[in-house]
């Protein structure tokens, strides 16, 4: 089993629409989570942390935490072209300095 | 605010030959961490330098060392480079402040490493 795990895609999805990004983790000791949006050939780009169960909203993106299920997702409201990339998610243990990423969910937008 | 910055962008090696790469935190940072991504993967943590001495080591052989100086910028070293090094590598910094901001990493533009 993978530490954490994404389906990678690639998820289509129409202009305008929200888009639903998922991510599940096996560390029952995470707390910290993260977001990063990579564009073909840059480097990963943070978009959300998120540390406690429920909601996060920053925008046009959510991200939303289950500690119990051992969840984390992404919205995307209004997506548009410009958000076509790859999401990558990334847990870690408080301040152990070790991030853990699934290997990232490829998302495009169509006009 | 300068970000975080890395060199070279891009490299080409042979097998068998060492190289370097360099990269500087985020102004205000105290702490990097080195990643390597391969080509359709998520990034894999290789280790983290804090005060000048290694925090914590991934998996990766003892190929792969590091080193921070004082000015908190750092340095990657591979020696005798097989061509499943070729990744883009990837160094991130952060400020150990504790839960939340402290686990917050910012990553560099990367350095591209070719094995031929």
């Known amino acids: 089993q993978k530490e954490v795990e994404q389906n990678s895609g690639p998820l289509s999805v129409p202009e305008g629409a929200i888009a639903s990004l998922n991510c599940t983790y096996s560390d029952r000791g995470s707390q910290s989570f993260f977001w990063y949006r990579q564009y073909s050939g840059k480097s990963p780009e943070l978009i959300m942390s998120i540390y406690s169960n429920g909601d996060k909203e920053d925008g046009r993106f959510t991200a939303q935490l289950n500690k119990a299920s051992q969840y984390v997702s992404l919205l995307i409201r209004d997506s548009q072209p410009s958000d076509s990339a790859t999401y990558l998610c990334a847990v870690t243990r408080s301040n152990t300095g070790k991030l853990i990423f699934g290997q990232g969910t490829t998302l495009q937008v169509k006009p | 605010d300068a970000g975080v910055t890395q060199s070279p962008t891009h490299l080409i090696k042979t097998r068998g030959q060492q190289v370097t790469l360099r990269c500087s935190p985020k102004s205000g940072h105290d702490t990097v961490s080195w990643y390597q991504q391969a080509l359709g993967q998520g990034p894999q943590f290789i280790f983290q330098?804090?005060?000048?001495?290694?925090?914590q080591r991934g998996n990766f052989p003892d190929r792969f060392s590091g080193h921070q100086f004082p000015n908190y910028s750092s340095e990657l070293n591979v020696n005798a480079l097989l061509l499943g090094d070729s990744a883009l590598y990837l160094c991130a910094s952060s400020l150990v402040a504790g839960i939340g901001a402290g686990d917050t990493q910012y990553f560099g533009p990367g350095t591209r490493l070719t094995v031929l």
């Open positions: 330098y804090y005060e000048e001495e290694e925090r």
